[in-house]
């Protein structure tokens, strides 16, 4: 990415940040279990330091930081001010003592090698600039038994939360075709491609696992459209290039595609996320592997 294009996209994450902030709630429930399958796949456990990288509104950074306890702790890191101040914020609120914030770049860490058990990225490394220099550096800051984890979307055709509203808005406007490695939600939605960066990146054991879930919460059509034109900056971008007469018509026709998704006051949309793992060293690839494979497998 060109400087440029790095700044309109930061500047984009920052606008996102107070709409991020205003349904954070939300947010934490409905991608909860993206949040559970990185705490399960990075092994993290009571008393250890983990580095969350891109925690944007604060996950998993603020849920890990319950679960290593008071004897370890949580490096939330993002590179856009707005998500860091309103994650501060948070974690004053409820009072969690082991977290500590650094605003800062994947690409660039700046932190010691090998200062944390464990790293891990949620929905945040399609964003990264030069994804092989960020894994890289993951890797460097983590310890030699060390394990980094990320959580990207899966297919888009597999993720309705998305489509439904895309497919249908990219009917009113002219798209340009798209960059396949541009930074955007589905940039390693094909299976193998953030395992292939991962290697790159020269970690070891790179394992892929596909996680389905149900995206679900208790909220209207109504709230769902409001919530998705404001969180995303793609959306605020496409929304403002359609003519202002078309804008009911827009809306009518994503209501019409999403309406199997809302049933009885409730939003259910089916979900698919690739959680990618590795491991710093081949070396570290102990009995650890086995047990948790058993463990998954009974
Ligand atoms: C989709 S949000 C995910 C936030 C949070 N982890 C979550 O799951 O709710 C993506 C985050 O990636 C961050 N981001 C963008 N560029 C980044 C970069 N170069 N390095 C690290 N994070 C980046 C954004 O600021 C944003 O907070």
């Not at 969690?96 to 891990?120: G, K, M, W, Y």
């Not at 983590?142 to 394990?147: S, Y």
């Not at 209207?220 to 007469?245: C, D, N, Y």
């Not at 793992?277 to 948790?292: G, M, P, Q, Y």
Request: with cysteine; aromatic share 10%.
């Amino acid at each position: 990415m060109i400087p440029e294009e790095q700044k309109k996209a930061l500047d984009s994450w920052q606008l996102s940040a107070r709409y991020w902030d205003k349904y954070r709630a939300l947010i934490a429930k409905i991608f909860a279990p993206l949040t559970s399958g990185l705490v399960d796949e990075a092994r993290i456990k009571v008393g250890q330091r983990i580095l969350d990288i891109g925690g944007g509104t604060g996950e998993p950074a603020l849920t890990i930081s319950r679960i290593v306890g008071p004897t370890g702790s949580v490096m939330y890191t993002d590179p856009v001010a707005g998500m860091v101040e309103t994650t501060q914020a948070e974690a004053a609120r409820r009072g969690l003592a082991n977290i500590h914030f650094t605003q800062c770049s994947a690409d660039e860490l700046p932190f010691a090698d090998r200062t944390f058990d464990a790293a891990v990225g949620r929905l945040s490394a399609m964003f990264f600039v030069d994804p092989v220099k960020a894994v890289r550096e993951a890797l460097r800051v983590i310890a030699e038994n060390g394990i980094a984890s990320f959580v990207v979307w899966g297919p888009k055709e597999a993720n309705p939360f998305f489509s439904a509203v895309t497919d249908v808005i990219d009917r009113f406007l002219e798209v340009p075709p798209q960059d396949p490695d541009a930074p955007e939600t589905f940039r390693f939605a094909g299976p193998g491609k953030l395992v292939g960066v991962l290697e790159n990146a020269g970690a070891k054991n790179v394992i892929e696992h596909r996680l389905k879930f149900q995206i679900e919460a208790p909220i209207s059509f109504e709230q769902f459209w409001q919530l998705r034109t404001e969180m995303s900056g793609t959306l605020r971008e496409k929304m403002a290039g359609i003519v202002p007469a078309q804008l009911p018509g827009v809306k009518q026709a994503v209501a019409d595609a999403a309406r199997r998704y809302f049933v009885s006051g409730t939003m259910s949309f089916p979900a698919q996320a690739l959680i990618v793992s590795a491991r710093k060293s081949a070396a570290s690839i102990l009995l650890d592997d086995f047990a948790h494979f058993q463990h998954k497998h009974e």
